[in-house]
Protein backbone atom coordinates (compact mmCIF):
# COMPACT_ATOMS: atom_id res chain seq x y z
CA UNK A 1 0.00 0.00 0.00
CA UNK A 2 1.38 3.17 -0.62
CA UNK A 3 2.06 6.06 1.75
CA UNK A 4 3.38 9.37 0.31
CA UNK A 5 1.16 11.88 0.62
CA UNK A 6 -1.12 12.00 3.90
CA UNK A 7 -4.44 13.87 3.68
CA UNK A 8 -4.64 14.58 7.80
CA UNK A 9 -8.08 14.66 9.01
CA UNK A 10 -8.02 16.07 11.83
CA UNK A 11 -6.69 19.59 13.73
CA UNK A 12 -5.55 20.65 16.87
CA UNK A 13 -2.28 19.27 18.44
CA UNK A 14 -2.50 15.89 16.72
CA UNK A 15 -2.42 17.22 13.41
CA UNK A 16 0.53 19.07 14.16
CA UNK A 17 1.90 15.65 15.93
CA UNK A 18 0.69 13.37 13.02
CA UNK A 19 2.40 16.02 10.25
CA UNK A 20 5.77 15.95 12.62
CA UNK A 21 6.02 12.20 12.02
CA UNK A 22 5.55 12.08 8.27
CA UNK A 23 8.18 15.08 8.11
CA UNK A 24 10.62 12.30 9.75
CA UNK A 25 9.52 9.80 7.38
CA UNK A 26 9.56 12.04 4.48
CA UNK A 27 5.96 11.90 3.64
CA UNK A 28 4.23 14.63 2.52
CA UNK A 29 1.35 16.28 4.14
CA UNK A 30 -1.72 17.80 3.44
CA UNK A 31 -3.60 19.85 6.10
CA UNK A 32 -7.61 19.43 6.05
CA UNK A 33 -8.52 22.48 7.57
CA UNK A 34 -11.92 23.91 8.16
CA UNK A 35 -12.44 27.61 7.56
CA UNK A 36 -11.90 28.32 11.04
CA UNK A 37 -8.32 26.67 10.93
CA UNK A 38 -6.76 28.21 8.61
CA UNK A 39 -4.10 29.79 10.24
CA UNK A 40 -3.72 26.88 12.28
CA UNK A 41 0.01 25.62 13.23
CA UNK A 42 -0.91 22.75 11.24
CA UNK A 43 -2.05 24.76 8.18
CA UNK A 44 1.66 26.81 8.38
CA UNK A 45 3.74 23.59 8.69
CA UNK A 46 1.77 21.34 6.17
CA UNK A 47 3.24 20.65 2.12
CA UNK A 48 -0.23 22.28 1.72
CA UNK A 49 -3.88 22.93 2.96
CA UNK A 50 -7.24 22.35 1.65
CA UNK A 51 -10.48 23.96 2.83
CA UNK A 52 -12.89 20.88 3.63
CA UNK A 53 -15.72 23.78 4.81
CA UNK A 54 -17.30 25.75 7.32
CA UNK A 55 -15.65 25.88 10.78
CA UNK A 56 -18.95 24.01 12.49
CA UNK A 57 -17.26 20.50 12.62
CA UNK A 58 -20.70 18.89 11.27
CA UNK A 59 -19.75 20.78 7.62
CA UNK A 60 -16.14 20.01 7.74
CA UNK A 61 -14.17 17.73 9.78
CA UNK A 62 -17.52 15.17 10.10
CA UNK A 63 -18.05 15.08 6.78
CA UNK A 64 -16.78 11.79 5.25
CA UNK A 65 -17.56 13.04 1.55
CA UNK A 66 -15.21 16.25 1.98
CA UNK A 67 -12.18 14.12 3.08
CA UNK A 68 -12.63 11.76 0.45
CA UNK A 69 -12.44 14.86 -2.47
CA UNK A 70 -9.76 16.50 -0.77
CA UNK A 71 -7.86 13.37 -0.23
CA UNK A 72 -8.46 13.13 -4.05
CA UNK A 73 -8.18 16.77 -5.48
CA UNK A 74 -4.95 16.91 -4.23
CA UNK A 75 -3.44 13.63 -4.64
CA UNK A 76 -3.23 11.79 -1.15
CA UNK A 77 -2.71 8.25 -1.00
CA UNK A 78 -3.39 7.90 2.56
CA UNK A 79 -5.44 9.28 5.24
CA UNK A 80 -4.80 9.88 8.95
CA UNK A 81 -7.85 10.46 11.01
CA UNK A 82 -5.92 11.46 14.19
CA UNK A 83 -8.00 10.87 17.18
CA UNK A 84 -12.30 11.72 17.85
CA UNK A 85 -14.07 13.29 14.88
CA UNK A 86 -14.34 10.23 12.63
CA UNK A 87 -11.24 8.34 13.71
CA UNK A 88 -13.62 5.50 15.47
CA UNK A 89 -16.24 5.43 12.34
CA UNK A 90 -16.13 2.80 10.26
CA UNK A 91 -17.54 4.85 7.38
CA UNK A 92 -14.32 7.08 6.68
CA UNK A 93 -12.20 3.61 7.21
CA UNK A 94 -14.14 1.78 4.41
CA UNK A 95 -14.82 4.91 2.15
CA UNK A 96 -11.14 5.11 2.31
CA UNK A 97 -11.06 1.46 0.59
CA UNK A 98 -13.44 1.96 -1.37
CA UNK A 99 -11.88 5.31 -3.32
CA UNK A 100 -8.17 3.55 -3.07
CA UNK A 101 -6.89 5.81 -0.36
CA UNK A 102 -4.93 4.15 2.36
CA UNK A 103 -6.44 4.07 5.98
CA UNK A 104 -4.05 4.92 8.49
CA UNK A 105 -5.61 3.12 11.04
CA UNK A 106 -7.19 -0.35 11.34
CA UNK A 107 -9.55 -1.74 9.63
CA UNK A 108 -13.40 -1.10 9.41
CA UNK A 109 -14.10 -4.48 10.61
CA UNK A 110 -12.14 -4.15 13.52
CA UNK A 111 -13.56 -0.72 14.02
CA UNK A 112 -17.01 -2.19 14.07
CA UNK A 113 -16.24 -5.29 15.86
CA UNK A 114 -14.96 -3.02 18.85
CA UNK A 115 -16.83 0.20 18.09
CA UNK A 116 -20.12 -1.31 19.61
CA UNK A 117 -19.48 -1.82 23.21
CA UNK A 118 -21.86 -4.65 23.93
CA UNK A 119 -19.84 -6.70 20.87
CA UNK A 120 -16.76 -5.71 22.27
CA UNK A 121 -18.01 -7.46 25.47
CA UNK A 122 -18.71 -10.68 23.76
CA UNK A 123 -15.76 -10.64 21.83
CA UNK A 124 -13.77 -10.13 25.35
CA UNK A 125 -15.54 -12.95 26.80
CA UNK A 126 -14.68 -15.24 23.92
CA UNK A 127 -11.07 -14.16 24.48
CA UNK A 128 -11.14 -15.09 27.96
CA UNK A 129 -10.59 -11.46 29.16
CA UNK A 130 -12.01 -10.49 32.48
CA UNK A 131 -15.28 -8.76 32.15
CA UNK A 132 -16.76 -5.83 34.95
CA UNK A 133 -19.98 -7.98 36.03
CA UNK A 134 -23.33 -6.73 34.41
CA UNK A 135 -26.01 -7.15 31.17
CA UNK A 136 -26.00 -7.02 27.78
CA UNK A 137 -28.73 -4.89 26.59
CA UNK A 138 -31.57 -3.37 28.42
CA UNK A 139 -34.33 -2.91 26.43
CA UNK A 140 -36.33 -0.24 28.41
CA UNK A 141 -36.57 0.78 32.44
CA UNK A 142 -38.74 -2.42 33.51
CA UNK A 143 -36.33 -4.73 31.77
CA UNK A 144 -33.35 -3.11 32.98
CA UNK A 145 -34.63 -2.64 37.09
CA UNK A 146 -34.79 -6.41 36.72
CA UNK A 147 -31.54 -7.05 35.80
CA UNK A 148 -30.34 -4.48 38.40
CA UNK A 149 -31.29 -6.46 40.77
CA UNK A 150 -28.80 -9.67 39.31
CA UNK A 151 -26.26 -6.89 39.14
CA UNK A 152 -26.77 -5.40 42.51
CA UNK A 153 -26.64 -1.12 43.31
CA UNK A 154 -24.68 1.09 42.60
CA UNK A 155 -24.29 0.61 38.67
CA UNK A 156 -23.46 2.22 35.16
CA UNK A 157 -25.68 2.90 32.65
CA UNK A 158 -23.72 2.66 29.57
CA UNK A 159 -24.41 3.79 25.59
CA UNK A 160 -23.28 0.70 23.32
CA UNK A 161 -22.27 2.82 21.01
CA UNK A 162 -20.86 5.42 23.69
CA UNK A 163 -17.14 6.49 23.87
CA UNK A 164 -14.70 9.34 25.13
CA UNK A 165 -16.74 9.06 28.14
CA UNK A 166 -20.25 10.14 27.23
CA UNK A 167 -23.54 8.21 27.71
CA UNK A 168 -22.64 6.78 31.12
CA UNK A 169 -25.27 7.47 33.81
CA UNK A 170 -25.04 6.13 37.49
CA UNK A 171 -27.93 4.46 39.72
CA UNK A 172 -27.30 4.33 43.08
CA UNK A 173 -30.51 2.91 43.94
CA UNK A 174 -33.65 1.10 42.25
CA UNK A 175 -36.07 4.19 42.75
CA UNK A 176 -33.32 6.16 40.19
CA UNK A 177 -33.76 3.51 37.63
CA UNK A 178 -36.68 4.69 35.57
CA UNK A 179 -35.49 8.00 34.97
CA UNK A 180 -32.10 7.33 34.53
CA UNK A 181 -32.66 5.15 31.95
CA UNK A 182 -34.97 7.40 29.96
CA UNK A 183 -32.45 10.02 30.45
CA UNK A 184 -29.26 7.92 29.20
CA UNK A 185 -31.31 6.90 26.78
CA UNK A 186 -32.18 9.97 25.19
CA UNK A 187 -28.56 11.63 25.34
CA UNK A 188 -27.25 8.21 23.70
CA UNK A 189 -29.88 8.85 21.07
CA UNK A 190 -28.78 12.74 20.62
CA UNK A 191 -25.28 11.97 20.86
CA UNK A 192 -25.09 9.03 18.77
CA UNK A 193 -27.86 7.52 16.68
CA UNK A 194 -28.31 4.41 18.84
CA UNK A 195 -30.03 4.62 21.99
CA UNK A 196 -28.90 1.21 23.09
CA UNK A 197 -28.37 0.65 27.08
CA UNK A 198 -26.37 -1.90 28.85
CA UNK A 199 -25.33 -2.27 32.92
CA UNK A 200 -21.80 -2.94 34.68
CA UNK A 201 -21.49 -2.97 38.44
CA UNK A 202 -20.16 0.43 39.88
CA UNK A 203 -16.74 -0.44 41.02
CA UNK A 204 -16.85 2.86 43.60
CA UNK A 205 -12.73 2.81 44.71
CA UNK A 206 -11.29 2.08 41.03
CA UNK A 207 -8.70 3.48 38.80
CA UNK A 208 -8.46 3.31 35.02
CA UNK A 209 -5.77 1.47 33.59
CA UNK A 210 -5.03 0.92 29.70
CA UNK A 211 -2.72 -0.70 27.75
CA UNK A 212 -1.34 0.12 24.47
CA UNK A 213 -0.87 -2.08 21.75
CA UNK A 214 0.29 -2.35 17.68
CA UNK A 215 -0.68 -4.89 15.63
CA UNK A 216 0.24 -5.23 11.74
CA UNK A 217 -1.79 -7.02 8.68
CA UNK A 218 1.32 -10.01 9.39
CA UNK A 219 -0.49 -11.07 12.24
CA UNK A 220 1.91 -9.99 14.91
CA UNK A 221 0.67 -8.01 18.05
CA UNK A 222 2.65 -6.66 20.86
CA UNK A 223 1.75 -4.26 23.84
CA UNK A 224 3.68 -1.17 25.21
CA UNK A 225 2.83 -1.49 28.92
CA UNK A 226 -0.12 0.44 30.25
CA UNK A 227 -0.82 4.00 31.41
CA UNK A 228 -2.91 5.42 34.36
CA UNK A 229 -5.89 7.32 33.53
CA UNK A 230 -7.39 7.65 36.61
CA UNK A 231 -7.49 11.64 37.21
CA UNK A 232 -10.98 12.36 35.46
CA UNK A 233 -13.31 14.60 35.47
CA UNK A 234 -17.03 13.50 34.08
CA UNK A 235 -15.15 10.46 32.57
CA UNK A 236 -12.71 12.54 30.84
CA UNK A 237 -8.97 12.34 31.22
CA UNK A 238 -6.97 14.99 32.33
CA UNK A 239 -3.52 13.62 33.99
CA UNK A 240 -2.06 10.35 32.64
CA UNK A 241 1.31 8.43 33.54
CA UNK A 242 3.11 5.46 32.24
CA UNK A 243 3.59 3.05 33.78
CA UNK A 244 0.98 1.65 36.18
CA UNK A 245 1.86 3.32 39.51
CA UNK A 246 1.10 0.94 43.05
CA UNK A 247 0.29 -1.96 40.64
CA UNK A 248 2.12 -5.17 41.55
CA UNK A 249 4.47 -6.55 38.57
CA UNK A 250 1.87 -9.68 38.84
CA UNK A 251 -1.66 -8.05 38.06
CA UNK A 252 0.63 -5.51 35.29
CA UNK A 253 1.67 -8.79 33.58
CA UNK A 254 -1.94 -10.07 33.60
CA UNK A 255 -3.51 -6.80 32.26
CA UNK A 256 -1.11 -6.94 29.51
CA UNK A 257 -1.23 -10.14 28.45
CA UNK A 258 -5.34 -9.55 28.37
CA UNK A 259 -4.98 -6.56 26.12
CA UNK A 260 -2.62 -8.40 23.56
CA UNK A 261 -4.63 -11.34 23.44
CA UNK A 262 -7.66 -9.83 23.06
CA UNK A 263 -5.92 -7.70 19.94
CA UNK A 264 -4.93 -10.37 19.05
CA UNK A 265 -8.21 -12.34 18.65
CA UNK A 266 -9.34 -9.73 16.12
CA UNK A 267 -6.30 -9.60 14.10
CA UNK A 268 -5.94 -5.89 14.95
CA UNK A 269 -4.04 -3.70 12.99
CA UNK A 270 -2.47 -0.28 13.64
CA UNK A 271 -2.24 1.45 17.24
CA UNK A 272 -5.28 0.63 19.80
CA UNK A 273 -5.79 1.08 23.52
CA UNK A 274 -7.42 -1.58 25.50
CA UNK A 275 -9.44 0.34 28.78
CA UNK A 276 -9.57 -1.85 32.08
CA UNK A 277 -11.11 -1.11 35.46
CA UNK A 278 -8.77 -1.49 38.49
CA UNK A 279 -10.67 -2.49 42.15
CA UNK A 280 -8.28 -0.84 44.17
CA UNK A 281 -9.90 -3.28 46.97
CA UNK A 282 -9.45 -6.56 45.41
CA UNK A 283 -6.51 -5.74 42.95
CA UNK A 284 -8.97 -7.40 40.04
CA UNK A 285 -9.00 -5.71 36.72
CA UNK A 286 -11.92 -5.35 34.13
CA UNK A 287 -12.59 -5.08 30.24
CA UNK A 288 -14.08 -1.35 29.52
CA UNK A 289 -13.49 -1.53 25.82
CA UNK A 290 -10.69 -0.83 23.12
CA UNK A 291 -10.43 2.38 21.61
CA UNK A 292 -9.39 1.70 18.15
CA UNK A 293 -7.29 5.03 17.22
CA UNK A 294 -4.47 7.00 18.25
CA UNK A 295 -4.75 7.79 21.92
CA UNK A 296 -4.44 11.41 23.46
CA UNK A 297 -2.19 10.65 25.83
CA UNK A 298 0.14 8.12 23.68
CA UNK A 299 3.27 10.28 24.71
CA UNK A 300 3.72 9.03 27.90
CA UNK A 301 4.26 5.31 26.80
CA UNK A 302 6.61 6.78 23.96
CA UNK A 303 8.77 8.61 26.46
CA UNK A 304 9.05 5.43 28.58
CA UNK A 305 9.65 3.19 25.58
CA UNK A 306 10.92 4.99 22.89
CA UNK A 307 8.57 4.22 20.13
CA UNK A 308 7.43 7.04 18.25
CA UNK A 309 3.45 5.15 17.62
CA UNK A 310 2.60 7.64 15.06
CA UNK A 311 5.54 6.35 12.68
CA UNK A 312 4.26 3.03 13.64
CA UNK A 313 0.79 3.82 12.14
CA UNK A 314 1.80 4.85 9.30
CA UNK A 315 4.24 2.16 8.38
CA UNK A 316 2.11 -0.17 9.16
CA UNK A 317 -0.41 1.31 7.12
CA UNK A 318 1.67 0.70 4.01
CA UNK A 319 2.51 -3.50 5.08
CA UNK A 320 5.27 -3.19 7.28
CA UNK A 321 5.62 -5.73 9.69
CA UNK A 322 6.66 -4.76 12.87
CA UNK A 323 10.39 -3.73 13.34
CA UNK A 324 10.29 -5.30 17.19
CA UNK A 325 9.23 -8.30 18.53
CA UNK A 326 7.64 -8.22 22.45
CA UNK A 327 11.14 -8.97 24.20
CA UNK A 328 12.72 -5.74 22.34
CA UNK A 329 10.53 -3.40 24.04
CA UNK A 330 11.91 -1.95 27.29
CA UNK A 331 10.32 0.29 30.02
CA UNK A 332 12.75 3.44 31.36
CA UNK A 333 11.80 5.61 34.15
CA UNK A 334 8.31 7.71 34.37
CA UNK A 335 5.88 9.94 32.41
CA UNK A 336 3.50 11.93 33.26
CA UNK A 337 0.98 14.08 30.81
CA UNK A 338 -1.17 17.12 31.50
CA UNK A 339 -4.11 18.34 29.25
CA UNK A 340 -3.72 22.03 29.22
CA UNK A 341 -7.06 23.26 28.32
CA UNK A 342 -8.42 26.61 27.41
CA UNK A 343 -10.70 26.66 30.78
CA UNK A 344 -11.62 28.31 33.52
CA UNK A 345 -11.61 25.60 36.17
CA UNK A 346 -12.91 27.99 39.19
CA UNK A 347 -15.89 28.82 36.91
CA UNK A 348 -16.80 25.11 36.72
CA UNK A 349 -14.47 24.55 33.84
CA UNK A 350 -15.96 27.21 31.50
CA UNK A 351 -15.10 27.39 27.84
CA UNK A 352 -12.26 30.48 27.29
CA UNK A 353 -12.18 30.98 23.90
CA UNK A 354 -9.86 34.15 22.74
CA UNK A 355 -6.73 35.33 21.51
CA UNK A 356 -3.33 33.79 23.03
CA UNK A 357 -1.10 36.86 24.01
CA UNK A 358 1.87 34.98 25.49
CA UNK A 359 2.56 31.81 24.96
CA UNK A 360 5.67 30.89 26.71
CA UNK A 361 6.51 27.53 27.43
CA UNK A 362 8.96 24.98 29.47
CA UNK A 363 11.75 23.59 28.83
CA UNK A 364 14.58 21.33 30.03
CA UNK A 365 15.30 18.04 30.08
CA UNK A 366 12.63 15.81 29.76
CA UNK A 367 10.09 18.25 28.97
CA UNK A 368 8.10 17.80 25.65
CA UNK A 369 5.55 19.78 24.64
CA UNK A 370 2.62 18.90 21.92
CA UNK A 371 0.34 22.04 20.89
CA UNK A 372 -0.60 24.20 17.72
CA UNK A 373 -0.90 27.22 19.62
CA UNK A 374 1.25 30.20 19.57
CA UNK A 375 1.67 33.99 20.60
CA UNK A 376 -1.37 35.23 18.51
CA UNK A 377 -3.05 32.18 17.71
CA UNK A 378 -6.85 32.68 18.52
CA UNK A 379 -8.51 29.71 19.99
CA UNK A 380 -11.92 29.07 18.30
CA UNK A 381 -15.04 28.75 20.19
CA UNK A 382 -15.87 25.49 18.01
CA UNK A 383 -14.45 22.42 18.96
CA UNK A 384 -12.23 20.88 21.58
CA UNK A 385 -10.89 23.23 24.39
CA UNK A 386 -7.30 21.07 24.24
CA UNK A 387 -4.56 23.34 24.25
CA UNK A 388 -1.18 21.41 24.67
CA UNK A 389 -0.25 18.50 26.10
CA UNK A 390 2.57 18.57 28.61
CA UNK A 391 4.62 15.68 29.59
CA UNK A 392 7.48 15.10 31.59
CA UNK A 393 10.06 12.04 31.56
CA UNK A 394 12.52 11.38 34.88
CA UNK A 395 14.02 8.26 36.67
CA UNK A 396 10.92 8.21 39.05
CA UNK A 397 7.44 9.07 39.57
CA UNK A 398 8.89 11.38 42.12
CA UNK A 399 10.71 12.60 39.96
CA UNK A 400 7.98 13.10 37.10
CA UNK A 401 5.67 15.17 39.91
CA UNK A 402 8.36 17.66 40.74
CA UNK A 403 9.42 18.47 37.04
CA UNK A 404 5.85 18.84 36.10
CA UNK A 405 5.03 20.92 38.50
CA UNK A 406 8.09 22.94 37.88
CA UNK A 407 7.16 23.08 34.28
CA UNK A 408 3.69 23.96 35.09
CA UNK A 409 4.33 26.65 37.36
CA UNK A 410 6.87 28.22 34.53
CA UNK A 411 4.52 27.91 31.77
CA UNK A 412 3.16 31.57 31.48
CA UNK A 413 -0.16 31.87 28.95
CA UNK A 414 -2.21 34.86 28.77
CA UNK A 415 -5.10 36.36 26.84
CA UNK A 416 -7.09 33.13 28.01
CA UNK A 417 -8.00 30.91 31.16
CA UNK A 418 -6.43 28.21 31.32
CA UNK A 419 -6.12 24.34 33.60
CA UNK A 420 -2.51 24.98 34.12
CA UNK A 421 -2.84 26.20 37.94
CA UNK A 422 -4.94 23.64 38.89
CA UNK A 423 -2.78 21.05 37.33
CA UNK A 424 -0.17 22.37 39.15
CA UNK A 425 -2.24 21.85 42.88
CA UNK A 426 -2.82 18.44 41.30
CA UNK A 427 0.64 17.50 41.26
CA UNK A 428 1.34 19.02 44.02
CA UNK A 429 -1.41 17.47 46.06
CA UNK A 430 0.21 15.08 48.82
CA UNK A 431 -2.54 11.99 48.11
CA UNK A 432 -2.08 12.43 44.21
CA UNK A 433 2.10 11.96 44.82
CA UNK A 434 1.17 9.00 47.24
CA UNK A 435 -0.95 7.66 44.61
CA UNK A 436 -3.91 7.40 47.10
CA UNK A 437 -6.32 8.26 44.09
CA UNK A 438 -9.15 6.79 41.91
CA UNK A 439 -11.30 7.92 39.77
CA UNK A 440 -13.89 10.06 41.83
CA UNK A 441 -10.44 11.71 43.48
CA UNK A 442 -10.17 14.55 40.66
CA UNK A 443 -13.93 16.19 41.35
CA UNK A 444 -12.96 16.08 44.67
CA UNK A 445 -10.09 18.02 44.33
CA UNK A 446 -11.97 20.39 41.68
CA UNK A 447 -14.38 21.12 44.72
CA UNK A 448 -11.70 22.41 46.84
CA UNK A 449 -9.53 24.34 44.71
CA UNK A 450 -12.94 26.06 43.62
CA UNK A 451 -13.65 26.90 47.38
CA UNK A 452 -10.00 28.33 47.51
CA UNK A 453 -10.15 30.83 44.45
CA UNK A 454 -13.50 32.02 45.44
CA UNK A 455 -12.55 32.31 49.20
Known sequence: MSVTRVLVAN????????????????????????????????????????????????????????????????????????????????????????????????????????????????????????????????????????????????????????????????????????????????????????????????????????????????????????????????????????????????????????????????????????????DNDTADFYFLEMNTRIQVEHPVTEMITGVDLVAQQLQIARGDPLPFKQSDIKFAGHAIECRITAESPQHGFRPCPGLISIWQAPQGPGIRLDTHCYPGYFVPPYYDSLLAKLIVHASTRDQAADETKRALHEFQVSGIDTLIPFLEAVVGDTEYRAGRVNTRWLEKKLEEYAATMAS
Open 11 to 278: RGEIAVRIIRACQRLSIETVAAVSDADRESMAAKIANRVVCIGPARSSDSYLKVENLIAAAHGTGCDALHPGYGFLSEQPALAQACVDNKITFIGPTAENITMMGDKLEARKIARAAGVPLVPGSDQARNPHEAAQLAQQIGYPLLLKASAGGGGRGIKLVCKAKEMENTFRTAAAEARAAFGNDTLYMERYVGNARHIEVQILGDEHGNVIHLGERDCSLQRRHQKIVEEAPAYAVSPQVRAKICHAAATLARSIGYRSAGTIEFIY
